[in-house]
């Protein structure tokens, strides 16, 4: 039952990516171990997968002896990080093999913690390494919150073995809707940089994800931490005792200092140091040689409305 219910996540997306592909069709592409054509598509419909049923693809199992968790984070806001991370399981597709990516990210941050990448649905291949790595690198942070969509995966004994053992509250969702933050990271993961790498095989894949964790973590911008990357918003909140609030003054340190370096070895090509906000940063500096410091938050709010955000 529980190497069913594993499909589960992968089926989801399928479905999405091709709203008309039949369950029939879904296992010859998935050729899933373990469970026939037959035990395929009546588990397909079980869990609401007919095509005639519209919307079907938003439901998530809750059939007798599959564990549930309540969602911990609906309507709560977390302003530290290692507060609640959320995790998602997404597939990538080379040829006619199927390989798993999983990933876990810390909510406020929106740091990648976490990551695997597999060939098969195995807990002990997707999310059992994925949250070892993120414990390792958190050194197992207190009151902690795990978010998912509900795989099975997540519920597993092996898996929830582990998060008993480092006293991680299991947080489900009970439809996608409730795990926004995880889908988007699986998209922009896959579309922005697995596929424009291009990798060839499972290895490649495995170096393509790890240089696109590396990539997104310490340059990619978001909108929601005020233009800055993923660890140097982690760098701002440690310095301010993890506290959401920044000073000004580090905000404006963060804000001139460039998202790339050739420095970085993470980095296989070499980008340049200026930047269109890095010119604007430099202008900035020079008018507020000239004001008081009044004048300094008035300016940088209007630098922040125009660096351009990924």
Avoid at 38 to 60: P, Q, S, V
Avoid at 168 to 173: D, E
Avoid at 209 to 215: C, G, L, S, T
Wanted: proline share 4%; aromatic share 10%; with cysteine.
């Amino acid at each position: 039952m529980e190497e069913h219910q594993q499909l589960l996540p992968v089926i989801r997306q399928i479905r999405e990516d091709h709203p008309r592909m039949s369950a029939r069709e879904m296992y010859r592409l998935i050729q899933p171990q373990h469970i026939g054509r037959d035990c395929f598509i009546a588990f397909c419909f079980d869990n609401g997968y007919r095509l005639e049923i519209k919307r079907a693809f938003h439901r998530t199992t809750d059939s007798s002896g599959v564990i549930r968790f309540d969602n911990l984070i609906a309507g709560r806001e977390f302003t530290g990080i290692n507060q609640a991370w959320v995790s998602d399981i997404t597939y990538y597709r080379l040829g006619e093999k199927f390989f798993y990516l999983t990933f876990i990210t810390d909510l406020c941050s929106r740091r990648i913690v976490g990551y695997s990448v597999s060939d098969n649905l195995m807990t002990e291949h997707t999310t059992l390494p994925a949250l070892k790595m993120a414990l390792s690198k958190r050194n197992s942070p207190k009151r902690l919150i795990l978010h998912s969509d509900g795989g099975g995966q997540y519920y597993s004994k092996t898996f929830t073995d582990l998060t008993k053992a480092h006293k991680i509250q299991n947080s489900m969702a009970e439809n996608i809707y409730e795990n926004p933050h995880a889908e988007r990271l699986n998209g922009t993961i896959k579309n922005d940089y697995v596929i424009p790498y291009g990798p060839q095989d499972f290895k490649q894949l495995k170096q393509m994800v790890k240089k696109a964790v590396d990539m997104y973590n310490l340059y990619r911008p978001h909108k929601a931490l005020k233009g800055m990357a993923p660890a140097a918003y982690e760098k701002l909140l440690k310095e301010n005792g993890n506290s959401f609030s920044v000073s000004l003054k580090k905000k404006r340190d963060l804000e001139q200092t460039p998202f790339f370096s050739s420095a970085n070895p993470a980095c296989s090509l070499r980008f340049p140091i200026t930047s269109h906000a890095g010119k604007v940063n430099t202008n900035v500096k020079k008018r507020n040689k000239k004001q008081k410091s009044t004048s300094l938050l008035i300016e940088l709010n209007k630098l922040e409305k125009t660096v351009n955000v990924i």
